[in-house]
């Protein structure tokens, strides 16, 4: 069992993962992030320049499209962190089956296996938090440098995939520093560690370089010192952090553990509680270890007001895994001391095993993304409802990321030009952007964009006269529409009737036009072209908040 014990195990989740496995792009930063590896862009904040990186040597196989090549990507990579996992709960545990029981329910857990079926981030960043672990292990138990360093060097490197593995930076220097004092005595460890790890940390350079060469999707252009600290370091998304009441606090902390009761159900939650208590007595280093961790991280995560927050909590997740770890192995070990017959311990060692069928059971509905359309139908839909040369405005990512992918990757219908008025009014940069990206439209408007950016160029530095931002923001937008009238059509999603652009769009007509609203200087006539609705009364296809949202946007039942 032993040897066979891996193979199994790969064989289970990866084929789990490919049956449940999305078949293109999904919600929120799906279709941006597969843009940005198919064409080697520069992401939103913090950039994700090693996922970019690996994302591209992936878009290139000849295999389905461009986002199920990066969905595929995303079940490799979390079949290599259950298969890590295995063999660092193993060398705690010095047990194979329950090793192998817990590897599967980290497999099957909810977050994990959302992550695993589509393409985002956050399944790398596991991944290596696992390996981290693993030779932070190694290195404590035999402590050889060659461990040290090669955990330095990957460090770095996993922070330049996604910051939340910032989580993990009190634990490491409490099983670093704290419980081997000889390591801070050792100069030339240390100076060969901050060197590999700044080897790692170096792949963020892709950053500027690539926006030096302005490639399409060039979040920030962070092509200067400042610009490129601020990229990195979030600096647009810092005023969601640390910015709650205790009251919400509270609020999210009952959100959360509602979370990890949907992970792997309230019965393995207590007995993952009760293993970290036998971990503490029995390994308490490394219980240690885990539960700083997971302090840091729900601690950091609760005060960071997101929607998409639920992967940030993914290392508590992995912790709470190990204590059923834990528990799995003293439970298994005590009832086969009160039986002498073979059958009953084999019996035992098997329930344990099938631990993994409550997280399967309970999350298969909510993971199983093979049917799953809804985002790509809406960017379909978007374009159905814009049958002509268009000019559209929205407030919704979730609209805005389809098409990104289907106009840049797929080139579908690229004269429709979308503007994502979030990023207008608030970023210099997007807006330089559309003007050099769609001239014919925006070069109409170059006074207005002028006098729009002298304010706004205040406004990221922090200083700002709000009333003429507002003014020339709005003068901006009454221009972009005039001037392009008689070349576009102008239509609007998701605009907020308590907005800044509800008295600009009160100018004009309205008329429902598919998903959106098509703006005219004169009446127009309801346009409802046939919509493309797979999934639409599918009850096997789960339909969270975002996709509840979708359905909401077609007129029909």
């Given at each position: 069992?032993?040897?066979?014990?891996?193979?199994?195990?790969?064989?289970?989740?990866?084929?789990?993962?490919?049956?449940?496995?999305?078949?293109?792009?999904?919600?929120?930063?799906?279709?941006?992030?597969?843009?940005?590896?198919?064409?080697?862009?520069?992401?939103?904040?913090?950039?994700?320049?090693?996922?970019?990186?690996?994302?591209?040597?992936?878009?290139?196989?000849?295999?389905?499209?461009?986002?199920?090549?990066?969905?595929?990507?995303?079940?490799?990579?979390?079949?290599?962190?259950?298969?890590?996992?295995?063999?660092?709960?193993?060398?705690?545990?010095?047990?194979?089956?329950?090793?192998?029981?817990?590897?599967?329910?980290?497999?099957?857990?909810?977050?994990?296996?959302?992550?695993?079926?589509?393409?985002?981030?956050?399944?790398?960043?596991?991944?290596?938090?696992?390996?981290?672990?693993?030779?932070?292990?190694?290195?404590?138990?035999?402590?050889?440098?060659?461990?040290?360093?090669?955990?330095?060097?990957?460090?770095?490197?996993?922070?330049?995939?996604?910051?939340?593995?910032?989580?993990?930076?009190?634990?490491?220097?409490?099983?670093?520093?704290?419980?081997?004092?000889?390591?801070?005595?050792?100069?030339?460890?240390?100076?060969?560690?901050?060197?590999?790890?700044?080897?790692?940390?170096?792949?963020?350079?892709?950053?500027?370089?690539?926006?030096?060469?302005?490639?399409?999707?060039?979040?920030?252009?962070?092509?200067?010192?400042?610009?490129?600290?601020?990229?990195?370091?979030?600096?647009?998304?810092?005023?969601?952090?640390?910015?709650?009441?205790?009251?919400?606090?509270?609020?999210?902390?009952?959100?959360?553990?509602?979370?990890?009761?949907?992970?792997?159900?309230?019965?393995?939650?207590?007995?993952?509680?009760?293993?970290?208590?036998?971990?503490?007595?029995?390994?308490?280093?490394?219980?240690?270890?885990?539960?700083?961790?997971?302090?840091?991280?729900?601690?950091?995560?609760?005060?960071?007001?997101?929607?998409?927050?639920?992967?940030?909590?993914?290392?508590?997740?992995?912790?709470?895994?190990?204590?059923?770890?834990?528990?799995?192995?003293?439970?298994?070990?005590?009832?086969?001391?009160?039986?002498?017959?073979?059958w009953v311990k084999r019996l035992i060692t098997a329930s344990s095993i099938c631990l993994f069928?409550?997280?399967?059971?309970?999350?298969?509905?909510?993971?199983?993304?093979?049917?799953?359309?809804?985002?790509?139908?809406?960017?379909?839909?978007?374009?159905?409802?814009?049958?002509?040369?268009?000019?559209?405005?929205?407030?919704?990512?979730?609209?805005?990321?389809?098409?990104?992918?289907?106009?840049?990757?797929?080139?579908?219908?690229?004269?429709?030009?979308?503007?994502?008025?979030?990023?207008?009014?608030?970023?210099?940069?997007?807006?330089?952007?559309?003007?050099?990206?769609?001239?014919?439209?925006?070069?109409?408007?170059?006074?207005?964009?002028?006098?729009?950016?002298m304010p706004l160029d205040d406004f990221s530095r922090g200083y700002t006269d709000t009333a003429?931002?507002?003014?020339?923001?709005?003068?901006?937008?009454?221009?972009?529409?005039?001037?392009?009238?008689?070349?576009?059509?102008?239509?609007?999603?998701?605009?907020?009737?308590?907005?800044?652009?509800?008295?600009?769009?009160?100018?004009?007509?309205?008329?429902?036009?598919?998903?959106?609203?098509?703006?005219?200087?004169?009446?127009?006539?309801v346009f409802m072209p046939e919509f493309i609705l797979r999934g639409w009364t599918d009850e096997?296809?789960?339909?969270?908040?975002?996709?509840?949202?979708?359905?909401?946007?077609?007129?029909?039942?």
């Amino acid at each position: 069992m032993r040897y066979f014990a891996p193979i199994i195990l790969f064989l289970v989740v990866f084929s789990g993962y490919l049956f449940t496995l999305a078949p293109t792009i999904t919600m929120i930063d799906s279709g941006e992030l597969a843009t940005v590896c198919a064409e080697l862009g520069v992401a939103h904040p913090t950039g994700y320049p090693l996922y970019t990186l690996v994302g591209r040597l992936f878009s290139v196989i000849p295999l389905g499209s461009v986002a199920y090549r990066l969905n595929l990507l995303s079940a490799i990579l979390a079949t290599i962190g259950v298969l890590l996992f295995f063999v660092l709960v193993r060398s705690i545990l010095n047990c194979t089956f329950s090793a192998f029981a817990t590897a599967l329910i980290l497999a099957f857990s909810r977050t994990y296996w959302q992550q695993a079926v589509a393409n985002e981030v956050y399944i790398l960043t596991a991944v290596f938090l696992i390996g981290l672990m693993m030779l932070l292990r190694q290195f404590d138990r035999t402590g050889e440098g060659r461990f040290f360093l090669l955990f330095s060097f990957l460090y770095g490197l996993a922070f330049t995939n996604h910051l939340s593995i910032i989580f993990s930076v009190p634990a490491v220097l409490y099983l670093l520093f704290y419980r081997r004092r000889g390591l801070l005595h050792n100069l030339k460890w240390i100076g060969s560690g901050i060197i590999l790890f700044g080897l790692g940390l170096s792949l963020y350079l892709y950053l500027p370089l690539r926006a030096g060469q302005d490639p399409f999707l060039n979040w920030g252009d962070p092509v200067t010192l400042r610009r490129l600290l601020d990229h990195i370091s979030g600096k647009q998304y810092q005023v969601w952090m640390f910015s709650e009441n205790l009251e919400a606090l509270i609020a999210r902390f009952g959100e959360y553990l509602q979370l990890v009761g949907h992970q792997f159900s309230i019965a393995l939650l207590l007995l993952a509680l009760l293993g970290l208590g036998i971990g503490f007595f029995e390994q308490r280093k490394f219980t240690v270890f885990l539960l700083v961790l997971l302090v840091f991280d729900v601690g950091y995560t609760l005060n960071y007001s997101i929607p998409d927050i639920d992967p940030y909590y993914l290392p508590s997740f992995i912790v709470l895994i190990f204590g059923i770890g834990f528990a799995i192995q003293w439970v298994t070990q005590h009832l086969q001391q009160v039986t002498s017959r073979m059958w009953v311990k084999r019996l035992i060692t098997a329930s344990s095993i099938c631990l993994f069928l409550i997280p399967l059971f309970l999350n298969f509905r909510t993971c199983d993304m093979h049917r799953y359309y809804f985002a790509y139908d809406f960017g379909l839909n978007l374009l159905r409802s814009a049958p002509q040369k268009s000019i559209v405005l929205t407030r919704v990512w979730d609209a805005y990321s389809p098409l990104l992918y289907q106009q840049r990757i797929e080139r579908r219908r690229p004269e429709v030009v979308m503007v994502d008025l979030q990023l207008f009014q608030n970023r210099p940069w997007y807006v330089r952007q559309r003007l050099s990206r769609f001239p014919d439209v925006f070069r109409k408007v170059e006074p207005e964009i002028n006098e729009f950016l002298m304010p706004l160029d205040d406004f990221s530095r922090g200083y700002t006269d709000t009333a003429r931002l507002s003014r020339t923001y709005v003068a901006l937008l009454k221009a972009l529409a005039y001037k392009n009238q008689a070349d576009y059509q102008l239509y609007a999603l998701g605009l907020d009737p308590a907005g800044i652009e509800w008295g600009f769009v009160a100018d004009f007509y309205g008329a429902r036009s598919g998903v959106m609203l098509h703006l005219s200087p004169k009446p127009a006539t309801v346009f409802m072209p046939e919509f493309i609705l797979r999934g639409w009364t599918d009850e096997r296809v789960y339909k969270d908040d975002r996709t509840n949202w979708y359905r909401r946007q077609y007129l029909v039942p």
